[in-house]
Nanobody
Framework: QVQLVESGGGLVQPGGSLRLSCTASGTIFSINVMGWYRQAPGKQRDLVARITTDGSTNYADSVKGRFTISRDNAKNTVYLQMNSLKPEDTAVYYC????????????????WGQGTQVTVSS
């Protein structure tokens, strides 16, 4: 019913920048919350940033001041601009859509993308 497709990951040197994009498609009427999570090898998946329909944002303390989340509601797309990247930012980044209202009114929770690898290394 809902698919999330991410793009923009890759290899970057410390101090560099990357921009991730994620577009949701399917029988979507609206998406209340879109966000990014990340999972490093051997660690749990953690929230990086999330944004609501009206633009309210939350960030993990470790990325505040370096990452910026934004979204285009008309395109059901969320972006993550990552600046001043550090080796500890290396992880698989997953897009998330939560509280998704489908066209026939049903409310569903927590759709995930397939993940995109971000590697920060010299």
């Amino acid at each position: 019913q809902v698919q999330l497709v991410e793009s923009g990951g890759g290899l970057v040197q410390p101090g560099g920048s990357l921009r991730l994009s994620c577009t949701a498609s399917g029988t979507i009427f609206s998406i209340n919350v879109m966000g990014w999570y990340r999972q490093a090898p051997g660690k749990q998946r953690d929230l990086v940033a999330r944004i609501t329909t009206d633009g309210s944002t939350n960030y993990a303390d470790s990325v505040k001041g370096r990452f910026t989340i934004s979204r285009d509601n008309a395109k059901n797309t969320v972006y993550l601009q990552m600046n001043s990247l550090k080796p500890e930012d290396t992880a698989v980044y997953y897009c998330n859509a939560d509280r998704v209202r489908l066209n026939w009114g049903k409310l569903e929770y927590h759709y995930w993308g397939q993940g995109t690898q971000v590697t920060v290394s010299s």
